[in-house]
């Protein structure tokens, strides 16, 4: 279907990829994987035809499509929402033309002459293949598609410049999946989608009839989808069979198998670079010497990626907040329209958060997410009705908008150091290093960086903020598999209250323990458990609910307003999974990271000792020589036995985290 033979990228003296050879076959599901810059988008946007290689080919049939939606950067306006998606049909649209025109001029032909027989074979032809593109489907399809990925009716007639920047993405990935190329490139298509409209999708994937290549942060669709990884690192692509998390688990083993034969590789090394010092000077071992130097000149050193170590971030003790940590009372917010006309985002809302909960919050864009949460935090009063912080709550807020407020004259380091407290367990650049900042990175000033770089750098200058009511905005849009890990592991150790928007299944579902719902012209309804119990409900009630269902339901199945979840026995039930979360699973995560930190120690040890071996000094000395042999071996098979250790929490944490949640 697709063939990528030696092909090369450099931006400048910066190679992206060089020799990079790999094919994709008819209905494959391919992951592109690997570090925020390792090139996943640029190889993306090469085959999609964006972008020109500096070297190399990709090849296709000629019937080949290859459709691509970006990740950013397009506007549509001046036609119709429904024009504009009609036109994914143009083929078929044009052959339609085409017969009637050819219709026309049959008329004007002698029924027994050869050129009228010759131009009714021709619209027969046409005819047969216009049949195989079925147009009595195009209108429900578009329809299908449209609704399905959240646009109302009443939207098809609008014109598309009406519409934001998320929902123009979401015009882009209508278009291409009713016009079903035979290869469908999508790089980070969640971003721009709620919940349902990401279901949606999920689901019309998972039928495609052609190839597809999908970049993405989220594990939990990944998993569902694909059934190949490619993945890049420093100008290599690595192939791996089996969804991502089959992945993460091969890449693990091979680190681990690799990290095994780069010690055994510096031994042997370091043993012939001591014969050649050794006897370097003796003309009865000239050949000998002069044969290992040849053997270690063709010698592939094994290399391991510094960025593969693993890194942990913790936020700061909040201080103690009151039981009550926000409410709102009878809670109205309204704006002006133009035409005097007023918008209603909520009415009478009553909603109470409590210490220590963590809640997601879901729903379609415009529904009242953001304004909930501004309205909350106290960030915007409402229109009418009360709003109250708990005496000792002390909140923070993260959301994309805070990524404009930054000063564009100072560097990433000074943001973050600038809002840092003293005494925090990490200094600025580690916290950075947790969320892709690395190196010389964190000295580009702000106003250089991209719109996710200057998100990023808003989540951390937050994230170091002593704070005991978070309230996070899309915060994994941005970050890779590794950081979202990061954040995801130091959310469930945070001791505060947490309000959270996203739609990230996997990076959500160990954090939270409510999901409240947000749905346009109805109040919120909260759910007691984490997004995929509400998504089960949600689908539940979709497929079997009837009229005389929705009034017969009791309220633990279909909750109905936020204020019916604040029962004592709720609580009380919430209380027993904390206590057996701190008995059970706390012990193994603090084990774990105990863990962690010894093999850091021991690597960075054994990178010591490896050194020494190469100095003169020590080649020279017999004795030093022996001293550090047996110190090199002894930190390795500690490291092996750490690494084992290390594996071993890993799967008991998983079990004890899958018990839980049962």
Known sequence: MLAIKNLRVEFGPRVIFKDLTFSVGERERIAFAGHNGAGKSTLMKCIGGALTPNGGEITKPKHCRIGYLPQEGIHIKGVSLYQETESAFAETKAIEEEIDRLSLE????????????????????????????????????????????????????????????????????????????????????????????????????????????????????????????????????????????????????????????????DREIAKTEQFINRFRAQANKASQVQSRIKQLAKIERIEIDIE?????????????????????????????????????????LDFEITRGEKIAIVGPNGAGKSTFCRMITGEESPSAGQHELGPKTLPSFFNQNHADELDPTLTVLETVEKIQTRGSMMSARDVLGCFLFKGDDVFKKIGVLSGGERSRVALVRMLVRPANFLILDEPTNHLDMQSQDILQKALIDYPGTLLIVSHNRDFLDPIVQKTLEFRPNEDPRLFTGNLTYYLEKTEAEESQETPHQATSQDSSSRPQTPVSENSKERRKREAALREKRNQFLKPLQIEFESVEQSIGELEGAQGTLTKHLESPEVMADAQKLQETTAAYESISRKLENAYSKWEELSTQIEKVQKELEA
Not at 153 to 182: H, N, V
Not at 242 to 255: A, C, D, I, M
Not at 337 to 344: A, G, V, Y
Request: net charge negative.
């Open 106 to 265: 049959l008329e004007t032909l002698d029924p027994k002459s050869s050129a009228f027989t010759e131009l009714l074979e021709k619209i027969g032809e046409l005819e047969l293949t216009l049949d195989g593109h079925d147009p009595a489907r195009m209108k429900p399809r578009i329809e299908s598609i449209l609704t399905g990925l959240g646009f109302k009716k009443t939207d098809f007639q609008r014109d598309c410049g009406e519409f934001s920047g998320g929902w123009q993405m979401r015009i882009a990935m209508a278009k291409l999946f009713l016009a079903e190329p035979e290869v469908l490139l999508l790089d980070e298509p969640t971003n721009h989608l709620d919940i349902r409209a990401q279901r949606f999708m999920e689901g019309y994937l998972q039928s495609y009839k052609g190839a597809i290549i999908l970049i993405s942060h989220d594990r939990s669709m990944m998993d569902g989808l694909t059934t190949r990884t490619i993945a890049f690192h420093h100008g290599r692509a690595e192939e791996f069979t089996g969804n991502y998390s089959s992945y993460e688990t091969q890449l693990k083993e091979r680190q681990q198998t690799l990290r095994k034969q780069k010690i055994a590789q």
């Open 308 to 348: 593969d170590a693993v890194m942990s971030f913790r936020f700061p003790d909040p201080p103690a907040s009151t039981h009550l940590v926000a409410r709102l009372e009878k809670a109205t917010q309204s704006y002006p329209l133009k035409n005097e006309e007023i918008l209603t985002v909520f009415r009478h």
